[in-house]
């Protein structure tokens, strides 16, 4: 690790090697999302995924139950307390302004949504650690809905 002028510590690996990296980040059809797809289609429910009608297309919507469920990375759209949800340490200032951008966004498509009735779910990447309380969150679904 080398050491910038103003003792800012820089990334580990080339620029360009880190632009790589991040073209590989998918927006669409993570694990994390399959696997939620998965469980909540071995439950009965049935979907549509990525609406584009819909304020910040979301990963699945259930239309019978009127619920939306998005499927946020802990890194990308900052879970609060989890572990995952760090801060680079090169390029401060650029990442904390882009998780900033990335949660005021989140929140803005949540109300936009919830203004038409629709409700609204997160799962977070990590709550695939435990199955048994995804499982039990995805069948309220159909409690919690008319």
């Given at each position: 690790?080398?050491?910038?002028?103003?003792?800012?510590?820089?990334?580990?690996?080339?620029?360009?090697?880190?632009?790589?990296?991040?073209?590989?980040?998918?927006?669409?059809d993570?694990?994390?999302?399959?696997?939620?797809?998965?469980?909540?289609?071995?439950?009965?429910?049935?979907?549509?995924?990525?609406?584009?009608?819909?304020?910040?297309?979301?990963?699945?919507?259930?239309?019978?139950y009127?619920?939306?469920?998005?499927?946020?990375?802990?890194?990308?759209?900052?879970?609060p307390?989890?572990?995952?949800a760090?801060?680079?340490k090169?390029?401060?200032?650029?990442?904390?302004?882009?998780?900033k951008?990335?949660?005021?966004?989140?929140?803005?498509?949540?109300?936009?949504l919830?203004?038409?009735?629709?409700?609204?779910?997160?799962?977070?990447?990590?709550?695939?650690?435990?199955?048994?309380?995804?499982?039990?969150?995805?069948?309220?679904?159909?409690?919690?809905?008319?």
């Amino acid at each position: 690790m080398q050491i910038s002028q103003g003792y800012k510590m820089t990334d580990r690996i080339t620029k360009e090697h880190r632009s790589w990296n991040m073209s590989r980040i998918r927006s669409k059809d993570t694990k994390t999302e399959k696997a939620v797809r998965s469980m909540l289609h071995n439950m009965g429910y049935r979907f549509r995924l990525h609406v584009k009608e819909l304020a910040g297309k979301p990963d699945i919507v259930l239309p019978k139950y009127k619920t939306i469920i998005f499927i946020h990375g802990c890194y990308w759209h900052r879970h609060p307390g989890c572990k995952y949800a760090y801060t680079p340490k090169s390029r401060v200032t650029f990442w904390e302004k882009k998780f900033k951008e990335n949660v005021r966004r989140d929140e803005k498509n949540q109300l936009d949504l919830k203004k038409l009735n629709w409700k609204v779910m997160v799962i977070w990447e990590c709550e695939l650690s435990d199955l048994e309380m995804l499982r039990k969150k995805l069948g309220a679904i159909r409690i919690d809905s008319p």
